[in-house]
Nanobody, 121 residues
């Protein structure tokens, strides 16, 4: 499985970005795709996750209401729509795959290369 993240960039506070994660290789409906982010000097943290099959979604508390995770099964792509961005959202965002839902990065076995999001004040 290979994951390719894209869509990062520079945006002003209050703006929006949509990240994409294209997956190649076999995926199963039971798999979970997650987004994590890592800010400078901080550990990689859970942002959101979605089940390929059922489409169930999960969010870190601080993202609820601003971020939306979705998937397009036909395109094997997962999206992260980020609205009302804040400077503290600045980080490298990674997509990853797990065989089950988890907020722990240790439970995700495949990772994309990361895409940088910079939010200016």
């Amino acid at each position: 499985v290979q994951l390719q993240a894209s869509g990062g960039g520079l945006v002003q506070a209050g703006g929006s970005l949509r990240l994409s994660c294209a997956a190649s290789g076999r995926t199963f409906s039971s798999h979970v795709m997650g987004w994590f982010r890592q800010a400078p000097g901080k550990e990689r943290a859970f942002v959101a996750a979605i089940r390929w099959g059922a489409g169930s979604t999960y969010y870190a508390d601080s993202m609820k209401g601003r971020f939306t995770i979705s998937r397009d099964n036909a395109k094997n792509t997962v999206y992260l729509q980020m609205n009302r961005l804040k400077p503290e959202d600045t980080a490298v965002y990674y997509c990853a795959r797990s065989s089950y839902y988890s907020t722990s990065r240790n439970d995700y076995d495949y990772w994309g290369q990361g895409t940088l999001v910079t939010v200016s004040s």
